[in-house]
């Protein structure tokens, strides 16, 4: 396996495990909603905590999403232009 194909297999890993991680508790809220539950999460931490995403973390998740996007696009065209 080249280096390409061995870094695009662990972008890919890293995104998708990224993605379970950081959806379980919306995951969680949206099943206890069907069982009719309280949705209402419990704050344990102060206010700011929960009301932290402001814009600078908005455009530092970007900036790493278009890094993940662009380690998946390298990982494709390896594949592609490889195997001609």
């Known amino acids: 396996m080249s280096t390409g194909i061995i ?3 662990g972008l890919i890993t890293i995104v ?7 959806n ?3 995951w969680m809220l949206l ?5 009719g539950k309280n949705t209402e ?3 344990t931490y102060h206010l ?3 009301s932290s995403d402001d814009s600078l973390n908005k455009f530092l998740k970007f900036c ?4 993940y996007a662009f380690g998946i696009y ?3 065209e390896e594949l592609l232009y490889r195997h001609f």
């Open 7 to 9: 870094l695009g297999l």
């Open 16 to 22: 998708i495990s990224f993605y379970i991680i950081l």
């Open 24 to 26: 379980i508790p919306y």
């Open 31 to 35: 099943w206890n909603k069907r069982k």
């Open 41 to 43: 999460l419990e704050k």
């Open 48 to 50: 700011w905590v929960y």
């Open 64 to 67: 790493i999403y278009c890094l």
């Open 74 to 76: 390298l990982f494709f």
